[in-house]
């Protein structure tokens, strides 16, 4: 597999009203969250007294078959997950979502992320005796919040809620998740103290009527609301965790607990808005698409390309930074590659031929708009270089006369500890040589150039404005704080390596 890949997307639904298709909107939220892992996906809806599940492997659209759908008719509540593996083997066992018995009932989890103390926390478990019967992080955290409500409930069962527990789970583990665990009857958003994966509150309305709150969503991120009439109502805060219901009248309540230990120190992701995010998602109120322009914007003014013919980019994620070059520099903007949004997961066998192809067949090329252009060719970011080196073959090949190659971020460096599945030091391209030269040299293009640090840095903090409406009672200041992981970029890591 060629490309970087995200941990995960994670979705939940409760409804206020009683016509909501929960399995219906999550398989909308899963839609619009399928560019975060295409290898397995599933759901577990409550009607507030019995769990079901459908999970399998593959594309969303292709587990949830309406006859699948069928058997999660009703429900006022649920969750749902589309996976990438980054731990555990990429089989059904280690779908998501999962589920176990507690000492409080039944509890579903879904998970994004990747635990940094994962074998310390596997170690207790198992010295309490509590079986592990995968590899995943999410089961890890599923079976320590159980542990941790039977011993509430031994000690005090009258005052053991799971707001105490997940709060005292999040002082044992501070990186990296981002979860929804569902009761029979209530949604938990979790967000991990340093912010590194991300979790937002939505708000869907009747169609025709946005006064009239359907009800309530968790999500990985927005990109999914237009599909299922919902608004953005907030993120969820880093460190913070947030419970919906609805009470016995039939009101929602969205109660917020701020982890009182909460870091001082924030690590969201950087790479959600170079490369994983969708470009529509809204993080820290601002379009993902509005910092990929900016870091177009600024790649034109520090790397430019002169009497080049055309700006151009690999579809799609680079398509915002091409036009933020484009603008900048004056230099027309022209599609020169198109993608097969058709190609899908394939379970036949590659022959030699076909695999040496894999990444051509994700794209078409636009021969007219190349033949004899000088090309500025836009990335978003480079990895291995195993999605541009074939691309630039076929560009020369459709006759591009020169092809410049300008990357809307710094060089990746460093692996992921988080949940990311970026490879090894030695496998990364920008440390297979010793110069932008010898880059160029190796990519067969005419020049290579990226975007620094301080301009990635400077085009996602440049639009930065907080509302009244985003200010979170009982968390005040939180809602103004906010800071970076970029370890794959510089190797700085949000805590020290010493596991
Ligand atoms: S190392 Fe890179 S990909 Fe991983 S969390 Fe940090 S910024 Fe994101």
């Given amino acids: 597999d060629m490309e970087l890949h995200e941990a995960c997307g994670v979705f939940g639904v409760l409804a206020k009203e009683p016509c909501v298709k929960i399995a219906e909107v999550i398989y909308h939220g899963l839609i619009g969250l399928q560019h975060r892992g295409q290898e397995s996906a599933g759901m577990i809806i409550s009607d507030g007294t019995t769990m079901k599940e459908i999970k399998g492997m593959g594309l969303v659209s292709h587990i949830m078959t309406d006859e699948m759908m069928d058997r999660l008719s009703g429900g006022k509540l649920g969750i749902g997950h589309t996976r990438y593996s980054t731990q555990g083997a990429s089989d059904l066992a280690n779908c998501q979502p999962i589920s176990t018995e507690t000492f409080r009932g039944r509890i579903a989890l879904a998970h994004n992320g990747q635990l940094i103390n994962k074998d310390h926390l596997r170690n207790q478990l198992l010295s309490q005796d509590i079986k592990l019967t995968t590899e995943s992080d999410s089961e890890i955290i599923l079976k320590i919040l159980a542990a941790i409500m039977l011993k509430y409930s031994n000690y005090d069962p009258e005052s053991a809620d799971w707001m105490k527990v997940i709060e005292e789970f999040m002082n044992q583990s501070v990186l990296s998740y981002s979860f929804i665990m569902m009761t029979r009857d209530r949604l938990y958003g979790v967000r991990d103290p340093y912010g590194n994966r991300p979790l937002c509150i939505g708000r869907f309305h009747a169609e025709g009527d946005t006064t009239r709150t359907m009800g309530w969503i968790l999500s990985s991120e927005s990109s999914p609301f237009l599909s299922i009439s919902a608004k953005l109502w907030r993120e969820v805060q880093p460190g913070e965790i947030v419970c919906l219901h609805l009470s016995d009248n039939g009101d929602e309540n969205l109660i917020s607990h701020p982890n009182q230990n909460c870091t001082n120190k924030l690590?969201?992701?950087?790479?959600?808005?170079?490369?994983?995010?969708?470009?529509?998602?809204?993080?820290?109120?601002?379009?993902?698409?509005?910092?990929?322009?900016?870091?177009?914007?600024?790649?034109?003014?520090?790397?430019?390309?002169?009497?080049?013919?055309?700006?151009?980019?690999?579809?799609?994620?680079?398509?915002?930074?091409?036009?933020?070059?484009?603008?900048?520099?004056?230099?027309?903007?022209?599609?020169?590659?198109?993608?097969?949004?058709?190609?899908?997961?394939?379970?036949?066998?590659?022959?030699?031929?076909?695999?040496?192809?894999?990444?051509?067949?994700?794209?078409?090329?636009?021969?007219?708009?190349?033949?004899?252009?000088?090309?500025?060719?836009?990335?978003?970011?480079?990895?291995?270089?195993?999605?541009?080196?074939?691309?630039?073959?076929?560009?020369?090949?459709?006759?591009?006369?020169?092809?410049?190659?300008?990357?809307?971020?710094?060089?990746?460096?460093?692996?992921?500890?988080?949940?990311?599945?970026?490879?090894?030091?030695?496998?990364?391209?920008?440390?297979?040589?010793?110069?932008?030269?010898?880059?160029?040299?190796?990519?067969?293009?005419?020049?290579?150039?990226?975007?620094?640090?301080?301009?990635?840095?400077?085009?996602?903090?440049?639009?930065?404005?907080?509302?009244?409406?985003f200010i979170i009672k009982g968390i005040g200041d939180n809602s103004h704080r906010r800071g970076y992981c970029s370890a794959c970029f510089t190797g700085e890591y949000p805590v020290s390596l010493d596991w």
């Fill in 267 to 469: 690590a969201s992701c950087l790479f959600e808005y170079v490369y994983f995010s969708r470009s529509d998602t809204i993080l820290e109120n601002q379009m993902v698409y509005s910092v990929r322009f900016r870091c177009g914007q600024l790649l034109a003014i520090k790397a430019p390309v002169y009497n080049a013919d055309l700006v151009s980019c690999i579809p799609n994620s680079s398509t915002p930074a091409a036009l933020g070059y484009s603008i900048q520099s004056t230099i027309p903007y022209v599609q020169v590659l198109i993608r097969n949004t058709y190609v899908g997961r394939t379970f036949i066998q590659p022959n030699h031929q076909t695999r040496q192809s894999s990444i051509k067949r994700k794209f078409g090329l636009l021969t007219e708009n190349i033949l004899g252009k000088k090309i500025i060719l836009i990335d978003d970011s480079i990895v291995r270089g195993n999605t541009i080196i074939p691309l630039i073959q076929a560009l020369k090949s459709a006759g591009a006369k020169e092809i410049h190659i300008r990357v809307a971020s710094p060089p990746v460096r460093h692996p992921c500890f988080m949940g990311i599945d970026i490879p090894t030091q030695d496998e990364l391209i920008a440390n297979k040589v010793a110069s932008l030269t010898q880059l160029a040299k190796k990519l067969d293009a005419d020049s290579v150039e990226y975007l620094s640090y301080q301009d990635l840095l400077l085009a996602v903090q440049n639009d930065m404005y907080f509302t009244d409406c």
